[in-house]
């Protein structure tokens, strides 16, 4: 079965510091990865994938996530965090067998203090 | 462009009563999905819809049923609500994830079953 794992429930972090928000994956497969951001009350949004190719990808808003396949890991990554920051962030994994699927982490709230 | 559209935004049901999630995007999208939101759990995928006609179960498809009868339209049906069913439900859309895979997720339905 195709999932991915995000072991922080809370992330806390100051403004103008850099933050990571971790995840694992674990896929028989290539795997294709996703973060969606969820701020209070509104649905999920769309901000960076991994595909193939750098391993470095960069999305909307300053983040980026790095994809490392010996750690099965695709961590999101901002130099510098903005309070505007603070929301829910979920990995997903789509199915490498049945592209119509996808498979969420239980997310990881970021809280950036001024 | 509206994107993903869903009503009602809150919804109180009883135990056994049934009701129907609408969900419309006017983005001309093949792909649809309905999502339940739970704490700690993140997103698990219910049903989708790969085209008008076209349906197939996700994760967690008991207790549900979908249709698509046209390209903007994929409800969402509770036949016999149960307290289980209290949840944040939440519908996407995308061209076709075997594109680009990003979903459009509309604003959530909250749901409360007593």
């Known amino acids: 079965a195709q999932s991915v794992a995000q072991p922080e429930d809370q992330v806390n972090v100051a403004e103008g510091n850099p933050l990571t928000v971790k995840c694992t994956y674990s896929v028989s497969g290539n795997p294709y990865l996703f973060w969606y951001v969820q701020y209070p009350n509104r649905g999920l949004q769309f901000l960076l994938k991994y595909i193939t190719g750098d391993n470095l990808v960069k999305g909307s808003y300053g983040f980026e996530a790095e994809f490392n396949k010996s750690q099965t890991s695709f961590h999101l990554k901002k130099p510098s965090a903005l309070v505007s920051d603070s929301a829910l962030y979920f990995c997903?994994?789509?199915?490498?067998?049945?592209?119509?699927?996808?498979?969420f982490g239980s997310g990881t709230k970021l809280n950036v203090k001024p | 462009n509206a994107g993903v559209t869903q009503t009602p935004k809150f919804q109180v049901l009883k135990t056994g009563q049934s009701m129907t999630l609408q969900c419309a995007q006017d983005m001309n999208h093949e792909y649809m999905s309905w999502y339940r939101q739970d704490p700690g759990m993140g997103l698990r995928l219910i049903h989708y819809?790969?085209?008008?006609?076209?349906?197939d179960q996700g994760e967690v498809p008991n207790g549900y049923n979908v249709s698509r009868s046209t390209t903007e339209d994929f409800p969402l049906r509770l036949l016999s609500a149960a307290p289980s069913q209290t949840s944040v439900y939440f519908c996407?859309?995308?061209?076709?994830?075997?594109?680009?895979?990003?979903?459009?997720f509309g604003p959530g339905t909250r749901l409360t079953v007593t």
């Open positions: 996407a859309s995308s061209h076709t994830p075997t594109s680009t895979g990003e979903q459009y």
């Open positions: 819809s790969v085209g008008a006609g076209i349906t």
């Open positions: 997903a994994v789509r199915d490498p067998y049945n592209f119509n699927k996808f498979y």
